[in-house]
């Protein structure tokens, strides 16, 4: 990889002091906009502002996401409109990074129809930014670099979104190839960072004033193994746990398979560590997880959530679902139905099945209508609407410690904010409070938050 600063310099004598700005688009889940903020830094390094207004920009990067085949499209629908733009202004700098780069068919069609676009940059490619740029500011046509490294850009600045939320990625990859995923084919095989790097980051993050550090990976559950024991996640955040300051751990994603009770005790004894767990389960039918790849059973899932509730009844868990897998029949339906009723998740982030070409999955057969998914969604939704009802219910009475993030879009002089439980929460405060913890006493209860009033 090349001396970035070196490029970075030669950019900047190139350029001038002349004002430059970027536009910095990034879509799709928490660790592209992550990567998207290591983006921003190495553009900030090369002197750019940065605006939301593409018009405005000098540089222009869509990071992209590949999660599903409507994403794609989407950028490609994004690009096309952006012809215009380089028509204005020539000397404007397009270019495309993330997931959907990551695969060489797509690669080679924006090269081929997107003429306007200057460069593509693959996910672990990030660091090679600079001397992309270099490039396309010396004349090249089309610069690209979709090659697999290992460097994880970790030592790259990020321009954080919020200054106190931060996202920490732990590892990148999967080696899970759950038949419906994209994921492995673009983000590559496990590769766990450093435990040292992401203790020091974090340590850093916290004495600047970051209230919640977010751990990211594909399967944070299976870090680690890679690196020869060195250091396992239930071990990694027991150090994070002991780091001085007044902080809130979270993470995701946990695949249920490495769900151990390492884990489970590591959650309960780390005085830092969120009292939420996110644990796709994406279906309850043990025949469609198979079909799935997702390697474990239902009865397997269900016995991970009991060993937490044994810990404590009212453990906060939420999940991912996926509704009308191929060929799921209305008795798997059922089956996630019922696992759903039994575990009684505070929140669900459900999707009806896309097919993904690319993945094992879309060659399946699928005479499951369309209509019929959708009404299994409307169903699914219902059933949990019901839950969360009941289920957020249990905090009433109770003061839950609120990491305030930001005024309520729904009420005039309220502020919102998430408890250790992962629970919005409503109450009345005055922005000042954004970025710290409040005490709230629990009023009242919907079926998407909780209100309460401020303990002053
Ligand atoms: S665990 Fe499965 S769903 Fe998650 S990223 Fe890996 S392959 Fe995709």
Known sequence: MNDNNSVTKKICEILGNTSRK????????????????????????????????????????????????????????????????????????????????????????????????????????????PKLLLDCIQGTKFASDISEYDDFSATVRQVRESSFKASVPIMFGCNNFCTYCIVPYVRGRE???????????????????????????????????????????????RELDAIDGDFIIRFMSSHPKDATTELIDAIFECGKVAKHLHLPLQSGSS????????????????????????????????????VGFPNETDGEFRATLDIMKRVEYDNIYSFIYSKRSGTKAAEMEDMTSEEEKSCRMRELLAVQREISSEHYKRFIGRTMRVLVDDVS????????????????????????????FAQVKITEAMNWAVRGELIK
Not at 39 to 63: H, P, Q, R
Not at 293 to 311: P, S
């Open 22 to 129: 970027a536009c910095v688009r990034s879509f799709g889940c928490q660790l592209n906009v992550s990567d998207g903020e290591k983006i921003k830094g190495l553009l900030s390094d090369m002197g750019c502002d940065f605006t939301d207004d593409e018009t405005e920009a000098d540089i222009i990067i869509l990071n992209t996401c590949a999660v599903r085949e409507s994403a794609e499209d989407r950028i490609f629908g994004i690009l096309g409109s952006m012809k215009k733009l380089k028509e204005l202004k020539p000397s404007l700098i397009i270019g495309v990074s993330g997931c959907m780069t990551a695969q060489s068919h797509a690669a080679e069609k924006i090269r081929k129809s997107y003429p306007h676009v200057s460069f593509v940059m693959g996910t672990s490619a990030i660091s090679s930014l």
């Open 191 to 237: 590769r766990s960072r450093q435990p040292d790097d992401i203790i020091n980051e974090v340590r850093e993050l916290v004495q600047n004033g970051y209230k919640e550090i977010m751990l990211l990976g594909q399967n944070v559950n299976s870090y680690g193994s890679d690196l020869g024991g060195k250091m396992s996640f239930p071990q990694l955040l």
């Open 287 to 322: 025949s469609v997880l198979e079909r799935m790849n997702r390697r474990y059973t239902a009865e397997k899932y269900l016995e991970t959530v009991d060993c937490i509730r044994q810990r404590d009844p009212d453990f906060s868990l939420t999940t991912d679902i996926i």
């Open 409 to 436: 879009k729904k009420r005039e002089g309220f502020l919102t904010g998430k408890s250790s439980e992962f629970i919005i929460v409503e109450f009345e405060g005055e922005p000042s409070l954004i970025g710290s």
